[in-house]
């Protein structure tokens, strides 16, 4: 009996033992499951789940935490397919040593119907927490319609091209070949006045043999007694004279080879000058020629009465000279009529060269700046070219909006969506070209209903877009993959490769570079893509600043 109620006893004891290592289990998951919930507690609410087209809903977050951990609130496009209206400034409420952190956002909706706000992430230290996803209804608007009319969405209107800078180009352009014709008139083209040498030499020989003798006459030779200079022009004067008219040896003759020309000419009745002519002629050259040499020093009367003989001998030759004929009259004016079409044709080589000369020039000099294949390309044109040094468009597409620079405006488009997915899913398309185009540019904006467990997978996303241009005729796809942050921090997926395409449907394949950006966030997927020629500087440059251009818009902006 006794040895019965000892091993009652044990068990009893075996059992309180037992019992109280449970109880201390449950007491301690209990502690750690308090301590846990007490490291960070977060609530959401909405003030309401039902509102008019419009109007605002408050959904606010509460955190509870210590005031040691950093606490990261949703932004961006997270709450589609609500618009974010505002984000409010985090109020903080200190609790002994924890922080109370209140963050409340603006939203609203455009359009009726049922949505549901997504799940929000709240990191809090180095934890992820989701708050519930919250139904809410948009009614319409009642309109009395016996007051207020109602119209239909007016149809799209083209807008005039804004006035570019391309008449300034053109003003330069003609103000400098003003210029240049200017200066070729001036001094090519422009009859010029002539100088008393040009009017002199455009005289005929008998008046420019007079004039000659009439500035013999105010020049000081025989005032200061200069012989041999007065007699060396006296004789030039009618050695020139017979040159032109008698003999076209005359300046280079000697004076007796002179003489013995113009005896033969006389015998040969081809110049009708008496003896005394020749004599005087002789006289008066031989003595020249004596003064020359400084062998004889005449006195100045002598040396004016030669200057008179020869102003006389003048007039007996130039009546002695028989008048010509009508065929010798017809020579001559064909002569300087041939003269004058070489004189023209001169002045239009000189013109062409010059003119050559300043375009080959300009050619040079802009190609050693900028580059031969530049300067070939801008005079000869370039469509990628064209694109790149036009007036861009900087605008948003689609919502959530993406910003993004184009040398096109973008135009939307319809693209196909299969029917299963149309009740799930809002798609906005907005175009520059057509897919697989030498150069076109799409913008893609996908809005999910409802967002999928665990995100949305943009490698499934990336697929789809492969697949697609393989049932464009695309195909020999070369792909590269990395990150790509736009200029305002959005982060998200480049691919970029080549591929060959049959744009013509012919048959014929040529290489075309393309580039596709996707943004994820909750629901939403955002398609940039672009296709462009190989091997062309132009179309490199033009991607390059399209991509460097895009910003992903946040809702509360």
């Known amino acids: 009996m006794k040895s019965y109620n000892l091993n009652i006893q044990d068990i009893r004891t075996k059992k309180q033992v037992s019992g109280f290592i449970v109880n201390k289990a449950i007491m301690s998951s209990l502690l750690?499951?308090?301590?846990?919930?007490?490291?960070?507690?977060?609530?959401?609410?909405?003030?309401?789940?039902?509102?008019?087209?419009?109007?605002?809903?408050?959904?606010?977050?509460?955190?509870?935490?210590?005031?040691?951990?950093?606490?990261?609130?949703?932004?961006?496009?997270?709450?589609?397919?609500?618009?974010?209206?505002e984000s409010y400034p985090i109020d903080t409420l200190k609790k002994t040593d924890k922080y109370n952190l209140v963050k409340k956002y603006g939203l609203t909706q455009f359009d009726s119907g049922k949505y549901t706000i997504p799940k929000q992430k709240i990191i809090i230290a180095d934890k992820t927490f989701f708050t519930d996803s919250l139904q809410v209804e948009v009614f319409n608007v009642a309109v009395d319609t016996t007051k207020q009319g109602l119209y239909d969405i007016?149809?799209?209107?083209?807008?005039?091209?804004?006035?570019?800078?391309?008449?300034?180009?053109?003003?330069?352009?003609?103000?400098?070949?003003?210029?240049?014709?200017?200066?070729?008139?001036?001094?090519?083209?422009?009859?010029?006045?002539?100088?008393?040498?040009?009017?002199?030499?455009?005289?005929?020989?008998?008046?420019?043999?007079?004039?000659?003798?009439?500035?013999?006459?105010?020049?000081?030779?025989?005032?200061?007694?200069n012989l041999k200079d007065y007699y060396s022009d006296l004789t030039f004067i009618i050695r020139k004279y017979l040159?032109?008219?008698?003999?076209?040896?005359?300046?280079?003759?000697?004076?007796?080879?002179?003489?013995?020309?113009?005896?033969?000419?006389?015998?040969?009745?081809?110049?009708?000058?008496?003896?005394?002519?020749?004599?005087?002629?002789?006289?008066?050259?031989?003595?020249?020629?004596?003064?020359?040499?400084?062998?004889?020093?005449?006195?100045?009367?002598?040396?004016?009465?030669?200057?008179?003989?020869?102003?006389?001998?003048?007039?007996?030759?130039?009546?002695a000279l028989p008048e010509p004929t009508e065929e010798e009259k017809l020579l001559d004016q064909q002569y300087r009529e041939e003269q004058e079409r070489k004189k023209k044709r001169r002045k239009i080589w000189l013109t062409a060269g010059i003119a050559v000369f300043l375009i080959a020039a300009t050619y040079v000099g802009?190609?050693?700046?900028?580059?031969?294949?530049?300067?070939?390309?801008?005079?000869?044109?370039?469509?990628?070219?064209?694109?790149?040094?036009?007036?861009?468009?900087?605008?948003?597409?689609?919502?959530?909006?993406?910003?993004?620079?184009?040398?096109?405006?973008?135009?939307?488009?319809e693209l196909p969506v299969p029917d299963e997915l149309k009740a799930n899913m809002k798609m906005t398309s907005f175009m520059y070209g057509t897919l697989l185009d030498e150069f076109s540019v799409l913008v893609n904006t996908t809005v999910l209903n409802q967002a999928p467990e665990g995100g949305i997978d943009v490698e499934q996303s990336i697929e789809?877009?492969?697949?697609?241009?393989?049932?464009?005729?695309?195909?020999?796809?070369?792909?590269?993959?990395?990150?790509?942050?736009?200029?305002?921090?959005?982060?998200?997926?480049?691919?970029?490769?080549?591929?060959?395409?049959?744009?013509?449907?012919?048959?014929?394949?040529?290489?075309?570079?393309?580039?596709?950006?996707?943004?994820?966030?909750?629901?939403v997927v955002q398609q940039i893509a672009i296709t462009y020629p190989v091997d062309d500087v132009y179309a490199d440059q033009t991607v390059e600043r399209i991509l460097n251009s895009i910003e992903l818009k946040k809702e509360q902006e």
Not at 58 to 70: A, S
């Open 154 to 225: 007016k149809p799209i209107i083209e807008v005039e091209k804004s006035s570019s800078d391309w008449w300034k180009t053109a003003l330069i352009v003609l103000l400098v070949i003003a210029v240049i014709a200017a200066l070729l008139y001036w001094f090519i083209w422009r009859k010029k006045p002539l100088t008393e040498a040009e009017q002199i030499a455009l005289l005929p020989p008998y008046d420019r043999a007079k004039l000659a003798l009439k500035k013999l006459d105010e020049s000081h030779y025989l005032e200061h007694e």
């Open 243 to 319: 040159d032109e008219k008698v003999y076209d040896r005359a300046l280079e003759s000697t004076t007796d080879e002179l003489i013995d020309r113009l005896k033969i000419l006389k015998q040969g009745n081809q110049v009708d000058l008496s003896n005394d002519d020749i004599k005087n002629l002789e006289s008066i050259l031989k003595r020249a020629d004596l003064v020359k040499f400084a062998k004889s020093a005449p006195d100045v009367e002598l040396a004016k009465l030669d200057r008179n003989t020869i102003d006389v001998e003048i007039d007996h030759v130039k009546e």
């Open 32 to 85: 750690f499951l308090f301590s846990f919930l007490s490291f960070a507690q977060v609530k959401s609410s909405i003030d309401s789940t039902s509102i008019k087209i419009g109007e605002q809903i408050t959904f606010k977050v509460e955190v509870e935490t210590d005031t040691t951990n950093l606490v990261v609130f949703p932004e961006g496009q997270s709450f589609s397919p609500l618009e974010v209206i």
């Open 464 to 523: 789809s877009s492969f697949k697609v241009l393989e049932a464009e005729g695309a195909k020999d796809i070369v792909t590269l993959k990395e990150k790509f942050t736009t200029p305002n921090g959005a982060e998200g997926i480049k691919t970029h490769g080549t591929l060959k395409a049959d744009r013509l449907k012919t048959g014929n394949y040529e290489d075309l570079k393309y580039a596709m950006l996707f943004f994820a966030s909750e629901n």
């Open 366 to 413: 802009f190609s050693l700046k900028y580059g031969f294949g530049y300067v070939k390309d801008t005079i000869l044109g370039h469509d990628s070219k064209e694109l790149l040094e036009g007036d861009w468009v900087n605008s948003e597409y689609g919502f959530p909006a993406v910003t993004i620079s184009t040398p096109k405006v973008l135009k939307r488009v």
